[in-house]
Nanobody
Framework: QVQLVESGGGLVQAGGSRRLSCAAS????????MGWFRQAPEKEREFVAG????????YYADSVKGRFTISRDNAKNTVYLQMNSLTPGDTALYYC????????????????WGPGTQVPVSS
């Protein structure tokens, strides 16, 4: 069992940066690949970024590639999402999630989810 809690959300101006954190409980954190997803108002949830259990592989949605960076610190049971050059189109509720798959950008493959942290981006 893994419990996840996101933090770091908050209002940011367009062009600004924000770093989200996701703290995990449980000894098995390092055995899970992790992902960040987001859901904007009246839109479907979408994949943002993923990282393998070791941190050796990362992958991104095209919409954030080159602007967002996912990383993890297994010693701290934490995964991060550094977001740069934010636009109003990035406004969403951001979730972290854990999966036993080596790689997946599909939400149904993720077994554990945090409650989310809101990131509004003003123009």
């Amino acid at each position: 069992q893994v419990q996840l809690v996101e933090s770091g959300g908050g209002l940011v101006q367009a062009g600004g940066s924000r770093r989200l954190s996701c703290a995990a409980s449980g000894r098995t954190f390092s055995s899970y690949s992790m992902g960040w997803f987001r859901q904007a108002p009246e839109k479907e949830r979408e994949f943002v970024a993923g990282i393998s259990w070791s941190g050796g592989r990362t992958y991104y949605a095209d919409s954030v590639k080159g602007r967002f960076t996912i990383s993890r610190d297994n010693a701290k049971n934490t995964v991060y999402l550094q977001m740069n050059s934010l636009t109003p189109g990035d406004t969403a509720l951001y979730y972290c999630a854990a999966t036993a798959y080596d790689y997946s950008s599909t939400g149904v493959h993720y077994s554990y989810w945090g409650p989310g942290t809101q990131v509004p981006v003003s123009s």
